[in-house]
């Protein structure tokens, strides 16, 4: 912006030509000196395949019984949580994705409440959620849920991580499920 000149809209800048593919990056934005204060809105996008999802310290493997079924099937998804570095502390974080529409078995949850490590569960429209307090190196658990229509869809992904270290995680690609 030109010395003296006035903004009437906001100023749209694409950076994608300046950064590099692959590596690190960084956006630094300075105001000369004597310019007036403004605020910055700054969006990014990235994709970033299943292959390289975030593989670390922890492990996560959800299984399903069946990725065909008919609307109203009970479908049981096994899940195990591993953290290698187990001394025995530590809340973790499971997200276990489901497809569009799946109705989770809340009778299948609430029985795991206390047990198997999970402390409590939360569920959401496309996941159930799980607060780990994990009492072994793994922690292994089973739910049902229902599908409630016909359809060909993907999962939601699944992750974990450390409560207390968001940045140790892990990710499990979307399942593909059809419904007839």
Known sequence: VAAGERIMAPVVLDVSG????????????????????????????????????????????????ATEAAPGDAIRCDVAFRRPAYHGYGMAIAEVGLPPGAEADRASL??????????????????????????????????????????????APSWAWDYYNPDARTAVAPAEFTVR
């Open 18 to 65: 300046f950064l590099k593919a692959g590596g690190r990056n960084e956006v630094a934005l300075a105001a000369p000196e004597g310019f007036p204060a403004s605020s910055v809105r700054l969006s990014a996008s990235w994709y970033e395949p299943w292959s390289a999802a975030p593989r670390g310290d922890l492990g996560l493997d959800v299984r399903f019984s």
């Open 110 to 155: 609430a029985a795991l409440a206390g047990k198997s490590g999970v402390q409590s569960f939360e569920v959401e429209p496309d996941r159930v959620v799980f607060y780990l307090w994990p009492r072994e190196e793994t922690t292994s658990f089973a739910f049902t849920f229902r599908p409630r229509f016909a359809m060909r869809a993907r999962s």
